[in-house]
Structure formats: C-alpha cells, structure tokens
C-alpha cells in the first residue's frame, strides 16, 4: 500500500506500467504511460474498425461518443461543448485561425509557452495585422494576475495561456483571469495539456470562452487523442478553419450549415478506436478514484520539493505552493549543463527527465506510478552536481 493518504495499492498499480522496471520514469509531462489493461481495451476497439472497415462503422462510433461523454463529464462541461481532436495543439490552432481578427487586434499570451502555443500565435502575426503582447506568469496568482492587469490593453481581443506552464509547472489562476478578461469582452483561450489530470477541473466554473487539451499525458490515455472545449455562449465566436464530412447539414439550396455544438470543428473519417480507448482510460482512473489519485500525486510532489531545495546550489524554478504548481517540479545546477545532466541521468542510471531549455535545467514529474524510492534515488545521483555548483 502507499506511503501517504491515498490509500492506493502502489505495487498494484506499478504492475500496470512495465516500463518501471527498465526505467525511473518521471516524464509523463511530455508523454504518459498507459496502463496494461487500457492500451489492450484501446488496441482492440482499433482492430475491430481495422479488420471491420465500414461493416464496423456505426459501432466505431458509438464508442467515440461514449468517449466525448466520458471526458465530458470528467471536465464539468457539457458533451455538446467537446470537440474531439488529435490533440492540445489542433485545439490551440481552431481558435487561432478561427476567431475573426480585426486589423490591429491584440493578442496576449504568457511568457512560458510550449511551441504548441508560441508557433500558432506567432505565425498569426506573421500573417495578418495583429499583434502578440506576453505578459509573465509568477510565483503566486496575486503576481501573475498583476501582470495580466498590467498587459492588457484597449486592443486585446484574445488572452492565451497554459493552464499549467510546461516550463516551470507553475498553475495560472485560470477562473480569475477568465473573470478579468470577460469582464473587458476579451476571449480566453486555456491551454491544459498539463493540467487535465493533474488536479480537479471544472471548466464551466473556469469560465473561459475556450480550453484545449490532450489525453495522452497526465491522464495516460492513447497518443492521438485529445479535446477543445467550446463553452457554448462562445460557439459562433469561432468559425471552423476545415470543414468536411460530419462538420454540419449541405443542401444545394442552402450550402453548409456547421452544426451548433462543437462537433462542428470535427470532418472527415476519425480512428474511433483511438477515441474509445478514451472510455477505458477514464473508468480506470475511476476505478483507483481520481481524488486518491490527486492525493498521492502531491505527497510525491511534496516529497520531492522538500528533497530537492534542500540540496544546496540547485536552484527550483517552480512554486513550493501545490496550490500554485502542479506534479511538475523544475530544476537547475548553476554552472552544469541540462543537457548534460540529462543525457547522464538517463543513459548511466536509467532516470528519465525532461530538459527545459529555458533554464538550462531539467523538469520532474510525479505521476501516480511513481514512487519515494524513486525520487530518493535520483536526489543521492544530484548530490555530487550540488557539490560541484558550490
């Protein structure tokens, strides 16, 4: 059983992730892990429409669509505001492309971005006469919502930031800034690649007009799959950027009429196995219990943070606070190389991080599987590079 108040069954639950006997593996942040039983669950819905082609058709698509009322349901929202996507990033470029942007429209987004949000805006103002403001996001929500007041101007039409920075694993007040932004009539646009799973969600009481993400990291679900949320006052807000088959109702007489939920941000034939497998990945968090999950997540977060900031000369870019960050913690050794680091860790110990390029340093994340021992190892194979930096 686990160390900590979840109450979880952790041997039990590491039998599910072959990987942890090859590897201390602490990257779900880029790519999670399925579990056993839901990768077999997801390769065999894949093979029925497979060996079925269209003969499996129909119900393909039931279990899609008792996927989107899964992931609907786990997001507080409703199934008619989940559009199903490959992931964060495509939700991230339907809102780019879709809003209808003005000649010196503004659009404001955090200073710590994945490509996945940096490129689409930036190539927006590559593209048409609009500008990109950033704005920083801070140790505490009272400092990044100042920042925010401060960014903000008569022309911003758009604000867009990560849920959870994939940098620093620092946590956006997401309801404030959507309270703030909706309050001047500016959209909001939440990117919770790593935020879905991490921690409870509730995006009708976020409150924002827009939210994307992906299933594939922290909730361990199949590579491909992902959502944009649509909340549903702000559906005409967007226009689709492709359109095709399933995107709406055609007539020779009336043309195309995009549906009025955000299905209509969907077209063409979909791997709906890949989507069931969505399904399998939510009841078997279910079946663990999601809370107990969250539970054991922070323990190992807060096991590590206190390991971590005791070594001397290793400098911690995210907050201490849970409340503020997330199972994400990132680090640096002043004067050695992430990169370095990286490459020894993983190829001589078989410790998989992340290396975060903005810092020169290296990102740990602590998913459910994960374990103390773990993380008292990987702290003993930092010591002698604390050593070095002083």
């Known amino acids: 059983m686990s160390t900590d108040a979840s109450g979880l069954d952790i041997s039990a639950i590491r039998a599910q992730f072959p990987i942890v006997e090859r590897i201390a593996y602490f990257n779900t942040g880029t790519a999670g892990v399925s579990p056993l039983s839901v990768a077999a669950a997801t390769w065999a ?3 029925a429409f497979e060996l079925d082609g269209e003969h499996g058709w129909g119900a393909g ?3 899609m669509e008792r996927g989107r009322e899964a992931l609907a349901a786990l997001l507080s929202a409703q199934r008619e505001e989940i559009a199903l996507t490959r992931n964060a990033t495509d939700g991230v470029n339907l ?3 879709g809003v209808g942007w003005r000649d010196g429209d503004e659009a404001l987004l955090s200073a710590e971005e994945h490509p996945s ?4 805006w930036t190539y927006l103002t590559q593209r048409r006469d609009a500008k990109l403001n950033r704005f920083d996001l801070g140790m505490t929500p009272e400092e990044t919502l100042g ?4 960014a903000l101007t008569p022309r911003t039409r758009l604000l867009a930031t990560s849920h959870v920075s994939s940098v620093t694993g620092k946590r956006a007040p997401a309801k404030e800034i959507a309270a703030l932004c909706r309050e001047r009539g500016i959209l909001t646009l939440f990117d919770g690649a790593q935020a879905v799973g991490q921690f409870p969600l509730d995006l009708g009481d976020i409150g924002g007009d827009f939210y994307t ?3 594939h990291k922290w909730l361990l ?3 491909g799959t992902g959502f944009l949320y649509v909340r549903r006052d702000s559906l005409d807000e967007l226009t689709p950027t492709f359109v095709g088959a399933g995107t709406g109702h055609f007539s020779d007489e009336g043309g195309l009429e995009p549906l009025d939920t955000a299905s209509r941000f969907e077209y063409g034939t979909r791997d709906f196995g890949r989507y069931g497998g969505v399904e399998a990945v939510i009841e078997w968090h279910h079946g663990l219990g999601m809370d107990r999950e969250f539970v054991r997540m922070r323990h190992l977060t807060d096991y590590l943070r206190d390991r971590l900031c005791a070594l001397d000369g290793i400098t911690v870019h995210t907050p201490r606070s849970w409340e503020d960050s997330s199972a994400m913690t990132t680090f640096s050794v002043p004067g050695v190389s992430g990169v370095e680091l990286f490459h020894e860790l993983r190829e001589d110990h078989a410790v998989k991080l992340r290396i975060v390029g903005e810092v020169d340093g290296n990102r740990i994340s602590t998913a459910v599987f994960n374990t103390e021992e773990e993380i008292d190892r990987l702290i003993s194979l930092l010591h002698p590079y604390a050593k070095t930096a002083n």
């Open 45 to 47: 819905d894949m093979q």
């Open 61 to 63: 698509c039931e279990r």
């Open 95 to 97: 809102v780019v492309e």
């Open 117 to 120: 949000m940096l490129f689409p």
């Open 147 to 150: 920042n925010v007041r401060a």
């Open 213 to 215: 993400g992906n299933c």
């Open 221 to 223: 679900g199949p590579k």
